[in-house]
Protein backbone atom coordinates (compact mmCIF):
# COMPACT_ATOMS: atom_id res chain seq x y z
CA UNK A 1 0.00 0.00 0.00
CA UNK A 2 2.19 2.82 -1.38
CA UNK A 3 0.52 7.04 -0.36
CA UNK A 4 2.09 9.80 1.45
CA UNK A 5 4.19 7.22 3.51
CA UNK A 6 4.04 3.63 4.12
CA UNK A 7 0.69 2.52 5.06
CA UNK A 8 -0.17 -0.06 7.55
CA UNK A 9 -2.25 -3.08 5.59
CA UNK A 10 -4.51 -4.34 7.22
CA UNK A 11 -3.58 -7.98 5.49
CA UNK A 12 -0.36 -7.59 7.45
CA UNK A 13 -2.22 -8.10 10.69
CA UNK A 14 -1.29 -11.40 11.44
CA UNK A 15 2.86 -10.55 10.59
CA UNK A 16 2.32 -7.79 12.99
CA UNK A 17 0.71 -9.92 15.70
CA UNK A 18 4.12 -12.04 15.45
CA UNK A 19 5.84 -9.18 15.93
CA UNK A 20 3.86 -7.00 18.38
CA UNK A 21 0.45 -8.73 20.01
CA UNK A 22 -0.11 -5.57 21.77
CA UNK A 23 -0.35 -3.63 19.11
CA UNK A 24 -1.66 -6.06 16.96
CA UNK A 25 -4.44 -6.01 19.19
CA UNK A 26 -5.31 -2.42 18.93
CA UNK A 27 -4.84 -2.39 15.17
CA UNK A 28 -7.95 -4.72 15.36
CA UNK A 29 -10.05 -2.93 18.03
CA UNK A 30 -9.35 0.55 15.69
CA UNK A 31 -10.51 -1.21 12.36
CA UNK A 32 -13.60 -2.95 13.73
CA UNK A 33 -14.54 0.54 15.22
CA UNK A 34 -13.38 3.14 13.03
CA UNK A 35 -13.70 0.97 9.94
CA UNK A 36 -11.67 0.95 7.00
CA UNK A 37 -11.79 4.21 5.29
CA UNK A 38 -8.86 5.34 8.04
CA UNK A 39 -5.11 4.74 7.46
CA UNK A 40 -2.17 4.49 10.06
CA UNK A 41 1.32 5.23 8.91
CA UNK A 42 3.95 2.68 8.97
CA UNK A 43 4.35 -1.34 7.84
CA UNK A 44 4.83 -1.27 12.20
CA UNK A 45 2.27 1.82 13.16
CA UNK A 46 3.57 3.59 16.12
CA UNK A 47 1.90 5.45 19.37
CA UNK A 48 2.68 7.92 20.68
CA UNK A 49 2.05 9.57 24.42
CA UNK A 50 3.30 12.49 25.15
CA UNK A 51 5.36 15.34 23.11
CA UNK A 52 7.84 18.26 23.64
CA UNK A 53 9.04 20.43 20.87
CA UNK A 54 9.88 18.66 18.24
CA UNK A 55 9.63 15.16 19.97
CA UNK A 56 7.27 12.41 20.72
CA UNK A 57 7.48 10.09 23.28
CA UNK A 58 6.18 6.03 22.79
CA UNK A 59 4.62 4.20 25.24
CA UNK A 60 7.93 2.82 25.68
CA UNK A 61 9.29 5.94 26.99
CA UNK A 62 11.54 6.05 23.43
CA UNK A 63 12.50 9.56 21.73
CA UNK A 64 11.41 10.20 18.21
CA UNK A 65 12.42 13.40 16.50
CA UNK A 66 9.02 14.58 14.27
CA UNK A 67 10.27 16.02 11.00
CA UNK A 68 6.92 15.66 9.55
CA UNK A 69 4.15 17.43 11.55
CA UNK A 70 3.57 21.07 10.90
CA UNK A 71 0.36 21.55 12.75
CA UNK A 72 1.78 21.69 16.12
CA UNK A 73 3.71 24.36 14.15
CA UNK A 74 5.33 26.02 17.69
CA UNK A 75 6.45 22.68 19.33
CA UNK A 76 4.03 19.82 20.81
CA UNK A 77 2.62 20.89 23.81
CA UNK A 78 3.81 23.80 23.98
CA UNK A 79 3.00 25.76 27.32
CA UNK A 80 1.85 28.77 26.86
CA UNK A 81 -0.56 27.31 23.93
CA UNK A 82 -1.84 24.45 26.27
CA UNK A 83 -2.24 27.36 29.36
CA UNK A 84 -4.55 29.80 26.99
CA UNK A 85 -6.60 26.60 26.26
CA UNK A 86 -7.10 25.65 29.55
CA UNK A 87 -7.71 29.04 31.00
CA UNK A 88 -10.27 30.22 28.77
CA UNK A 89 -11.76 26.31 29.08
CA UNK A 90 -12.05 26.53 32.45
CA UNK A 91 -14.09 30.05 32.09
CA UNK A 92 -15.91 30.34 28.83
CA UNK A 93 -16.78 29.28 25.54
CA UNK A 94 -19.95 30.59 23.83
CA UNK A 95 -19.87 31.48 19.47
CA UNK A 96 -19.24 34.07 17.34
CA UNK A 97 -23.29 35.43 18.58
CA UNK A 98 -21.75 37.44 21.28
CA UNK A 99 -19.54 40.01 21.84
CA UNK A 100 -16.32 39.16 22.64
CA UNK A 101 -13.22 41.22 22.38
CA UNK A 102 -10.94 38.98 22.21
CA UNK A 103 -12.20 37.42 19.12
CA UNK A 104 -12.11 40.98 17.35
CA UNK A 105 -8.66 41.82 18.79
CA UNK A 106 -7.45 38.40 17.33
CA UNK A 107 -8.66 39.35 14.51
CA UNK A 108 -7.38 42.93 14.15
CA UNK A 109 -3.96 41.48 14.89
CA UNK A 110 -4.24 38.75 12.26
CA UNK A 111 -5.16 41.05 9.56
CA UNK A 112 -2.52 43.67 10.85
CA UNK A 113 0.24 40.79 9.41
CA UNK A 114 -1.28 41.11 5.77
CA UNK A 115 0.58 44.06 5.48
CA UNK A 116 -1.96 45.66 3.08
CA UNK A 117 -1.82 42.87 0.89
CA UNK A 118 -5.67 42.19 0.99
CA UNK A 119 -6.42 45.91 0.91
CA UNK A 120 -6.87 48.48 3.32
CA UNK A 121 -10.33 47.14 5.13
CA UNK A 122 -9.54 43.41 4.72
CA UNK A 123 -12.19 40.62 7.03
CA UNK A 124 -11.31 37.71 9.23
CA UNK A 125 -14.21 35.05 8.81
CA UNK A 126 -13.72 31.45 11.35
CA UNK A 127 -13.80 28.24 10.73
CA UNK A 128 -12.75 24.83 11.82
CA UNK A 129 -10.73 22.97 9.55
CA UNK A 130 -8.95 24.18 6.60
CA UNK A 131 -11.49 21.88 4.45
CA UNK A 132 -14.48 24.40 5.45
CA UNK A 133 -11.59 27.56 4.57
CA UNK A 134 -11.18 26.72 1.21
CA UNK A 135 -15.07 25.61 0.68
CA UNK A 136 -15.87 29.37 1.96
CA UNK A 137 -13.50 30.66 0.13
CA UNK A 138 -15.23 29.18 -3.06
CA UNK A 139 -18.43 30.24 -1.90
CA UNK A 140 -17.15 33.74 -1.04
CA UNK A 141 -15.49 33.72 -4.95
CA UNK A 142 -18.76 32.40 -6.66
CA UNK A 143 -20.59 35.28 -5.02
CA UNK A 144 -18.38 37.98 -5.79
CA UNK A 145 -17.90 37.31 -9.26
CA UNK A 146 -21.16 35.27 -10.62
CA UNK A 147 -18.49 32.64 -12.44
CA UNK A 148 -18.52 29.17 -11.07
CA UNK A 149 -14.81 27.86 -12.73
CA UNK A 150 -12.28 27.24 -10.55
CA UNK A 151 -8.51 26.24 -11.42
CA UNK A 152 -6.16 24.21 -9.61
CA UNK A 153 -3.01 22.47 -10.15
CA UNK A 154 -2.62 19.00 -11.10
CA UNK A 155 -1.57 17.00 -7.87
CA UNK A 156 -3.56 19.82 -5.39
CA UNK A 157 -5.17 19.11 -1.99
CA UNK A 158 -7.60 21.59 -0.57
CA UNK A 159 -9.36 19.65 1.32
CA UNK A 160 -12.31 17.29 1.92
CA UNK A 161 -15.96 18.64 1.59
CA UNK A 162 -17.89 17.34 -1.36
CA UNK A 163 -17.29 20.84 -3.26
CA UNK A 164 -13.48 20.71 -2.12
CA UNK A 165 -13.12 17.53 -2.97
CA UNK A 166 -14.02 18.48 -6.13
CA UNK A 167 -11.21 20.95 -6.87
CA UNK A 168 -8.64 18.26 -5.26
CA UNK A 169 -7.18 16.15 -7.77
CA UNK A 170 -4.32 14.69 -5.45
CA UNK A 171 -7.49 13.25 -3.81
CA UNK A 172 -9.23 11.14 -5.98
CA UNK A 173 -7.71 11.15 -9.24
CA UNK A 174 -8.16 13.59 -12.11
CA UNK A 175 -11.66 11.93 -12.68
CA UNK A 176 -12.61 12.82 -9.52
CA UNK A 177 -12.80 16.54 -9.97
CA UNK A 178 -15.81 19.00 -10.63
CA UNK A 179 -17.19 19.83 -14.21
CA UNK A 180 -16.36 23.84 -13.60
CA UNK A 181 -12.57 22.40 -12.31
CA UNK A 182 -9.40 22.55 -14.98
CA UNK A 183 -6.00 21.53 -13.62
CA UNK A 184 -3.02 23.13 -14.68
CA UNK A 185 0.91 22.23 -14.31
CA UNK A 186 2.41 23.33 -11.54
CA UNK A 187 4.84 25.50 -11.67
CA UNK A 188 8.29 24.35 -12.50
CA UNK A 189 11.00 25.78 -14.57
CA UNK A 190 10.34 25.82 -18.55
CA UNK A 191 6.66 25.56 -17.67
CA UNK A 192 4.17 28.14 -18.82
CA UNK A 193 1.81 28.57 -16.36
CA UNK A 194 0.49 31.55 -17.11
CA UNK A 195 -0.43 30.07 -21.05
CA UNK A 196 -1.22 26.98 -19.25
CA UNK A 197 -4.09 29.03 -17.09
CA UNK A 198 -5.25 30.80 -20.30
CA UNK A 199 -5.81 27.11 -21.78
CA UNK A 200 -7.80 26.62 -19.09
CA UNK A 201 -9.93 29.45 -19.11
CA UNK A 202 -11.03 28.82 -22.71
CA UNK A 203 -11.74 25.59 -21.57
CA UNK A 204 -13.84 26.61 -19.16
CA UNK A 205 -15.06 29.39 -21.00
CA UNK A 206 -16.28 26.89 -23.82
CA UNK A 207 -18.10 24.91 -21.65
CA UNK A 208 -19.86 27.64 -20.65
CA UNK A 209 -18.26 28.14 -16.96
CA UNK A 210 -17.15 31.89 -16.23
CA UNK A 211 -13.69 31.84 -13.64
CA UNK A 212 -15.00 32.27 -9.82
CA UNK A 213 -11.05 31.38 -8.77
CA UNK A 214 -7.48 30.29 -9.44
CA UNK A 215 -6.64 28.28 -6.28
CA UNK A 216 -3.25 27.71 -5.59
CA UNK A 217 -1.00 26.57 -2.65
CA UNK A 218 1.47 28.69 -2.49
CA UNK A 219 4.19 26.71 -1.65
CA UNK A 220 2.36 23.52 -4.00
CA UNK A 221 3.40 20.88 -1.23
CA UNK A 222 1.57 17.75 -2.50
CA UNK A 223 3.05 18.74 -6.26
CA UNK A 224 5.83 18.00 -4.55
CA UNK A 225 7.20 20.96 -2.72
CA UNK A 226 7.70 24.04 -4.85
CA UNK A 227 8.66 27.34 -3.58
CA UNK A 228 9.36 29.20 -6.25
CA UNK A 229 6.68 28.56 -8.62
CA UNK A 230 8.12 30.61 -11.53
CA UNK A 231 5.44 32.81 -13.63
CA UNK A 232 2.59 32.86 -10.72
CA UNK A 233 2.55 36.50 -10.79
CA UNK A 234 2.09 36.25 -14.38
CA UNK A 235 -1.12 33.43 -14.28
CA UNK A 236 -2.29 35.57 -11.42
CA UNK A 237 -2.58 38.87 -13.98
CA UNK A 238 -4.26 36.29 -16.28
CA UNK A 239 -7.36 34.83 -14.17
CA UNK A 240 -7.64 38.56 -12.58
CA UNK A 241 -8.24 39.84 -16.26
CA UNK A 242 -10.80 37.23 -17.00
CA UNK A 243 -12.71 38.65 -13.86
CA UNK A 244 -11.71 35.61 -11.73
CA UNK A 245 -10.37 35.58 -7.60
CA UNK A 246 -6.94 34.44 -6.44
CA UNK A 247 -7.04 32.19 -3.53
CA UNK A 248 -3.88 31.64 -1.70
CA UNK A 249 -4.34 28.08 0.56
CA UNK A 250 -2.12 29.32 3.39
CA UNK A 251 -2.88 25.62 5.09
CA UNK A 252 0.64 24.59 4.73
CA UNK A 253 2.89 27.37 3.87
CA UNK A 254 0.96 30.09 6.58
CA UNK A 255 2.08 31.23 10.05
CA UNK A 256 5.87 31.26 9.30
CA UNK A 257 6.82 27.82 7.90
CA UNK A 258 8.38 29.46 4.83
CA UNK A 259 10.98 31.59 6.89
CA UNK A 260 10.12 35.39 6.21
CA UNK A 261 10.54 37.81 8.25
CA UNK A 262 8.22 37.85 11.34
CA UNK A 263 8.29 41.70 11.66
CA UNK A 264 7.83 42.49 7.57
CA UNK A 265 5.02 43.32 5.92
CA UNK A 266 2.97 39.81 5.30
CA UNK A 267 6.25 37.84 6.56
CA UNK A 268 4.49 35.26 7.78
CA UNK A 269 2.88 34.14 4.53
CA UNK A 270 3.68 32.09 1.77
CA UNK A 271 1.64 34.98 -1.15
CA UNK A 272 4.58 37.41 -0.11
CA UNK A 273 7.30 34.79 -1.01
CA UNK A 274 5.91 35.10 -4.51
CA UNK A 275 4.92 38.80 -4.52
CA UNK A 276 1.33 38.44 -5.04
CA UNK A 277 -1.68 40.50 -3.85
CA UNK A 278 -4.50 37.47 -3.51
CA UNK A 279 -8.02 38.17 -3.13
CA UNK A 280 -8.76 35.35 -0.21
CA UNK A 281 -6.27 33.67 2.06
CA UNK A 282 -7.02 30.21 3.89
CA UNK A 283 -6.10 29.45 6.89
CA UNK A 284 -5.91 26.13 9.21
CA UNK A 285 -3.30 23.75 10.66
CA UNK A 286 -1.20 25.14 12.63
CA UNK A 287 -3.13 28.12 13.32
CA UNK A 288 -4.16 27.23 16.93
CA UNK A 289 -1.16 24.82 16.78
CA UNK A 290 -3.65 21.39 17.63
CA UNK A 291 -6.70 23.19 18.16
CA UNK A 292 -8.95 22.93 15.58
CA UNK A 293 -9.11 26.37 14.26
CA UNK A 294 -9.49 28.23 10.67
CA UNK A 295 -10.18 30.60 8.32
CA UNK A 296 -10.57 32.90 5.39
CA UNK A 297 -8.73 36.69 5.12
CA UNK A 298 -10.71 38.28 2.40
CA UNK A 299 -10.89 41.70 0.54
CA UNK A 300 -13.98 43.67 1.99
CA UNK A 301 -15.79 43.95 -1.41
CA UNK A 302 -16.05 40.55 -1.59
CA UNK A 303 -17.06 39.42 1.99
CA UNK A 304 -19.71 42.15 1.37
CA UNK A 305 -20.70 40.30 -1.82
CA UNK A 306 -21.27 36.54 -0.21
CA UNK A 307 -22.79 38.72 3.45
CA UNK A 308 -25.51 40.31 0.31
CA UNK A 309 -26.76 36.46 -0.05
CA UNK A 310 -27.01 35.72 3.83
CA UNK A 311 -25.99 35.18 7.07
CA UNK A 312 -22.79 33.16 8.17
CA UNK A 313 -22.76 31.10 10.98
CA UNK A 314 -20.28 28.22 12.05
CA UNK A 315 -21.12 26.73 15.73
CA UNK A 316 -17.36 25.81 17.08
CA UNK A 317 -15.83 28.55 14.03
CA UNK A 318 -13.93 31.13 16.11
CA UNK A 319 -15.07 29.87 19.70
CA UNK A 320 -13.68 31.52 22.17
CA UNK A 321 -11.55 28.47 23.45
CA UNK A 322 -10.34 27.92 19.11
CA UNK A 323 -9.35 31.96 19.55
CA UNK A 324 -7.61 31.64 22.78
CA UNK A 325 -5.48 29.03 20.85
CA UNK A 326 -4.80 31.30 17.98
CA UNK A 327 -4.02 34.36 19.82
CA UNK A 328 -1.38 32.40 21.76
CA UNK A 329 0.29 30.59 19.09
CA UNK A 330 0.56 33.89 16.98
CA UNK A 331 2.00 35.43 19.80
CA UNK A 332 4.42 32.52 20.14
CA UNK A 333 5.48 32.62 16.62
CA UNK A 334 6.22 36.26 17.23
CA UNK A 335 7.86 36.00 20.88
CA UNK A 336 10.09 33.14 19.92
CA UNK A 337 10.85 34.56 16.16
CA UNK A 338 9.73 30.81 14.98
CA UNK A 339 10.17 32.29 11.08
CA UNK A 340 13.50 33.51 12.48
CA UNK A 341 14.21 29.39 13.29
CA UNK A 342 12.39 28.34 10.42
CA UNK A 343 14.84 30.33 7.73
CA UNK A 344 18.18 29.48 9.82
CA UNK A 345 17.48 25.66 10.44
CA UNK A 346 15.57 25.19 6.62
CA UNK A 347 18.78 27.01 4.86
CA UNK A 348 21.35 24.90 6.98
CA UNK A 349 19.27 21.64 6.52
CA UNK A 350 19.16 22.56 2.56
CA UNK A 351 22.84 23.44 1.71
CA UNK A 352 23.59 19.92 3.93
CA UNK A 353 20.79 17.70 1.70
CA UNK A 354 22.47 19.22 -1.55
CA UNK A 355 25.47 17.21 -0.38
CA UNK A 356 24.13 14.03 -0.81
CA UNK A 357 24.04 12.13 -3.99
CA UNK A 358 21.26 10.80 -3.74
CA UNK A 359 19.13 13.49 -4.35
CA UNK A 360 18.11 14.48 -7.83
CA UNK A 361 17.18 18.14 -6.33
CA UNK A 362 16.69 19.44 -3.14
CA UNK A 363 13.77 22.62 -2.82
CA UNK A 364 13.28 24.29 0.17
CA UNK A 365 11.77 27.57 1.95
CA UNK A 366 12.28 28.01 5.54
CA UNK A 367 11.18 24.80 7.29
CA UNK A 368 9.53 23.11 4.00
CA UNK A 369 12.09 21.28 2.16
CA UNK A 370 11.08 18.86 -0.36
CA UNK A 371 13.92 16.24 -1.36
CA UNK A 372 13.96 14.40 -4.77
CA UNK A 373 14.82 10.84 -5.25
CA UNK A 374 14.50 8.86 -8.65
CA UNK A 375 11.15 6.75 -8.06
CA UNK A 376 8.73 6.22 -5.19
CA UNK A 377 10.44 3.08 -4.40
CA UNK A 378 13.67 4.36 -3.02
CA UNK A 379 11.77 7.49 -1.39
CA UNK A 380 9.49 4.99 0.44
CA UNK A 381 12.21 2.75 1.60
CA UNK A 382 14.11 6.03 3.06
CA UNK A 383 10.75 6.42 5.25
CA UNK A 384 10.69 3.27 6.23
CA UNK A 385 14.20 3.27 7.09
CA UNK A 386 14.00 6.46 9.14
CA UNK A 387 11.35 4.79 11.20
CA UNK A 388 13.59 2.10 12.27
CA UNK A 389 16.05 5.08 13.44
CA UNK A 390 13.05 6.99 14.84
CA UNK A 391 12.59 9.73 12.71
CA UNK A 392 8.86 10.63 11.33
CA UNK A 393 9.01 12.10 7.69
CA UNK A 394 7.00 11.55 4.53
CA UNK A 395 6.78 11.37 0.62
CA UNK A 396 4.93 14.11 -1.70
CA UNK A 397 4.58 15.06 -5.11
CA UNK A 398 2.60 13.35 -8.35
CA UNK A 399 5.28 10.53 -8.26
CA UNK A 400 5.38 10.40 -4.60
CA UNK A 401 9.54 10.54 -4.86
CA UNK A 402 10.00 13.50 -2.66
CA UNK A 403 10.61 13.47 0.64
CA UNK A 404 8.57 16.51 2.48
CA UNK A 405 10.14 17.77 5.05
CA UNK A 406 7.91 19.34 7.16
CA UNK A 407 8.90 19.56 11.57
CA UNK A 408 7.45 21.88 14.14
CA UNK A 409 9.27 25.39 13.40
CA UNK A 410 10.96 25.09 16.91
CA UNK A 411 13.82 22.15 15.33
CA UNK A 412 17.07 23.21 17.02
CA UNK A 413 20.61 22.53 15.38
CA UNK A 414 20.40 19.16 17.29
CA UNK A 415 17.46 18.03 15.45
CA UNK A 416 18.61 19.09 11.84
CA UNK A 417 21.79 16.76 12.83
CA UNK A 418 20.08 13.86 14.29
CA UNK A 419 17.84 13.97 10.95
CA UNK A 420 20.88 14.72 8.74
CA UNK A 421 22.21 11.65 10.81
CA UNK A 422 19.56 9.49 9.86
CA UNK A 423 19.49 10.32 6.29
CA UNK A 424 23.35 9.66 5.45
CA UNK A 425 22.32 6.15 7.08
CA UNK A 426 18.82 5.63 5.52
CA UNK A 427 19.96 7.04 1.87
CA UNK A 428 20.32 4.83 -1.40
CA UNK A 429 24.65 4.68 -2.04
N1 LIG B 1 -5.37 22.93 2.06
C1 LIG B 1 -4.15 22.36 2.11
C2 LIG B 1 -3.05 22.90 1.26
C3 LIG B 1 -3.93 21.26 2.94
O1 LIG B 1 -2.74 20.69 2.99
C4 LIG B 1 -4.99 20.77 3.74
C5 LIG B 1 -4.82 19.59 4.69
N2 LIG B 1 -3.80 18.72 4.41
C6 LIG B 1 -6.25 21.38 3.65
C7 LIG B 1 -6.39 22.47 2.81
C8 LIG B 1 -7.43 20.88 4.42
O2 LIG B 1 -7.31 21.13 5.77
P1 LIG B 1 -8.12 20.25 6.85
O3 LIG B 1 -7.54 18.88 6.85
O4 LIG B 1 -7.93 21.01 8.14
O5 LIG B 1 -9.55 20.26 6.44
Known sequence: MAGPTTYFDPADLPALAERDPRAAALVARRIAALGPAYRLFYRDPVEFVRGDGAHLIDRDGHDWLDAYNNVPSVGHAHPRVAAAIAAQAATLT????????????????????????????????????????????????????????????????HGVT????????????????????????????????????????????????APAALVVDTIFASDGVLPDAPGLPEAVAVVRAAGGLVVADEVQPGFGRLGGDAAAPGGLWGFTRHGLRPDLVTLGKPMGNGYPVAGVLGRAEHIAAFAARGRYFNTFGGNPVAIAAAQST????????????????????????????????????????????????????????????????????????????????????????????????????
Open 94 to 157: THTRYLDEATIRYAEDLLGTLGGALGDDPNAMFTCTGSEANDLALRIAVAATGGRGVIVTEHAY
Open 162 to 209: TEVAAISPSLGGPESIAPWVRMVPPPRAGGDLAADVRAALDSLAAAGY
Open 330 to 429: LDVVRDEDLPGNARRVGARLVEALLGFDAFVDVRGAGLFIGAELDSEDAALDVVARLRERRILIATAGADNATLKIRPPLCFTDADADRLLDGLAAALPR
